[in-house]
């Protein structure tokens, strides 16, 4: 609840002049007033200022500006979780922060991920995500999920998120956002989100959260190779919280693999190519390092890199080549995403390779977890503090 509304009507100020007063989207202005959207900090202190009026008086009924105590242990569902990329992340993040968390409920219906899933975690994960009731659901805090993109068919009736986006797989973490109100999420996705359907994707996705289901939202588009990982793998992650805060974007990366720490010493002849593969490719292409990736396009251009080009489900074995001399092995595909090496390998090598290509960096993932809890929960900041410079974190 807030006081926005009330606030301005007593001041004689129309929507339009605190619109101009603030800086903030008139629309914006509207949905926060009628109480369907929580404003982020910087958004909040901009209308303060815009009603010359203190923010603990214009949201002193929102718990968004007080400390947050987060449950131990903190209790997470993993949806779409392919062989548990979230999994492991979360870890990291909560041994950093000193806290617990337990997987309450997971979701893939890939039948070979459920295996890999079982195998390493001791779980397996339900099936369709489609055909569970949200109701179902156990209670939890925080929801993961890296789900595919779609196009939404967005319908002229605006019913809300159902009309939107029924049909698509976003719509199934609505739902069960809907039903069962949890603290906080994050999700992942591929760098094309921003533009997929010429943009009307992204925007019905952030339309949704923050204004169908009222949760404060950021987002960034990010990049393996930053984290340590020697992976060019580019993706969308996207927090939300029900109180307010002010992500930071910045991350402490403490430890940088390169592409020697990912390679195996000792690989099994069947990932070599022959000799005389080898020699025509060397005869065409120089590289300047070594180790390197060498990155083959179906025309037959080579270019190389002391990192390895996008991990691609199902591709990346014919492509990406170390050396130009041998396929990636499943091991070092795993470890280009971050995986650790006890991840047990219990299906195919095509299998194997489906799920690295399909997985989330963990090292990038767990910085971004990591840093919303602080942010959003453990390291609160008061109304009257001053705020650092806006970083921009659009992407279109």
């Known amino acids: 609840m807030n006081k926005v509304r009330k606030t301005r009507k007593e001041k004689g100020m129309s929507q339009e002049r605190l619109a101009e007063m603030s800086g903030v989207n008139r629309g914006r202005l509207s949905r926060i007033e009628r109480q369907l959207s929580v404003p982020p900090l910087s958004i909040a202190l901009k209308i303060s200022k815009g009603l010359s009026t203190p923010a603990e008086e214009l949201f002193d009924e929102s718990p968004a500006f007080t400390e947050t105590t987060l449950p131990q242990p903190l209790r997470y569902i993993d949806l779409f979780c392919g062989i548990g990329g979230f999994r492991y992340a979360s870890k990291l993040a909560f041994d950093r922060l000193g806290l617990e968390g337990e997987c309450v409920f997971s979701s893939d219906n890939d039948l070979f991920a459920q295996e890999s899933y079982e195998a390493n975690f001791g779980e397996k ?7 569970i009731d949200a109701k179902d659901v156990p209670d939890f805090d925080l929801l993961f999920g890296g789900f595919p993109c779609q196009a939404f068919s967005i319908c002229g009736l605006r019913k809300g998120f159902e009309d939107k986006t029924k049909g698509t797989l976003f719509f199934d973490i609505a739902r069960i956002l809907k039903e069962k109100r949890p603290t906080a999420f994050v999700l992942e996705n591929v760098k094309n989100l921003a533009s997929h359907n010429g943009g009307d994707t992204f925007r019905t996705i952030l339309s949704v959260l923050r204004d169908e289901l009222g949760y404060c939202v950021d987002y960034k588009l990010l990049n393996a190779l930053d984290f340590g990982l020697p992976q060019k793998r580019e993706r969308v992650l996207i927090v939300g919280a029900k109180k307010r805060f002010e992500m930071d974007w910045n991350f402490d990366v403490r430890e940088k693999k390169t592409l020697a720490d990912v390679l195996e010493k000792n690989v099994d002849q069947r990932f070599y190519a022959s000799p005389a593969v080898v ?21 037959g251009n080579v270019s190389s890199y002391p990192y390895s080009c996008a991990l691609r489900a199902g591709a990346s074995h014919n492509y990406l080549l170390v050396d130009g001399e041998r396929r990636l092995t499943p091991r070092e595909m795993l470890r280009l995403q971050g995986f650790p090496d006890e991840f047990k390998i219990v299906v195919s090598d095509f299998q194997i390779r489906k799920q690295a290509g399909n997985a989330i960096p963990v090292d990038m993932v767990a910085a971004v977890i990591e840093n919303f809890l602080r942010s959003a929960f453990l390291s609160p900041r008061r109304p009257s503090e001053s705020l650092p410079p806006a970083r921009p974190s659009a992407l279109f």
């Open 125 to 131: 994960p339900l099936g369709d995500i489609t055909k």
């Open 279 to 299: 020699a025509k490719r060397k005869a065409r292409h120089k590289p300047e390092v070594s180790p390197a990736i060498w990155h083959e396009n179906k025309s």
